[in-house]
């Protein structure tokens, strides 16, 4: 072998440096338009709906057509088993979906209580104490006319 041939042996086996590439770094540029803040609507008049049952106290509070402002449950309060039920976590709870419905400028409001559970009058004097206004009161619980068969008494 010549000594030609050994150079072009050798040389082909170096790797050149690579270079950086350029796509990469313009693609962290900053774009061009700017992201709009989302306005919150602002809602005086709204419905609240507190649905007790014996396990646990959920609470929406909408505007008047029905579109969902907020909502908070004992559960989602952190409430576990059967702490849920208890008239306190009804009140912490209708505390958290007042305070997120007074985001958009609510102040009064009609109440709908539905079911049979501990936390009824808690949640309404929470939402009252968090300064709304309440209108009207309704019980839309709803009462069986002979339907199904109640489930059989409990032997404690």
Known sequence: MSTEEIKKKSDSGKKEPKKADSKKADSKKKSKFKAKKKEKKVV??????????FNNTIISITDKDGNVLSWSSAGSKGFKGSRKSTPY?????????ALKAAEYGLKNIDVE???PGSGRETAL???QAR????LSIKDTSPIAHNG???PKKRRV
């Open 113 to 115: 209580v539905k079911g």
């Open 89 to 97: 976590a009804a009140q912490v709870a209708a505390d958290d979906a």
């Open 148 to 150: 199904c068969r109640p």
């Open 131 to 134: 300064g709304f206004k309440i």
């Open 44 to 53: 005086i008049n709204g419905k609240a709906f507190v649905n007790a049952t």
């Open 125 to 127: 004097r929470a939402l």
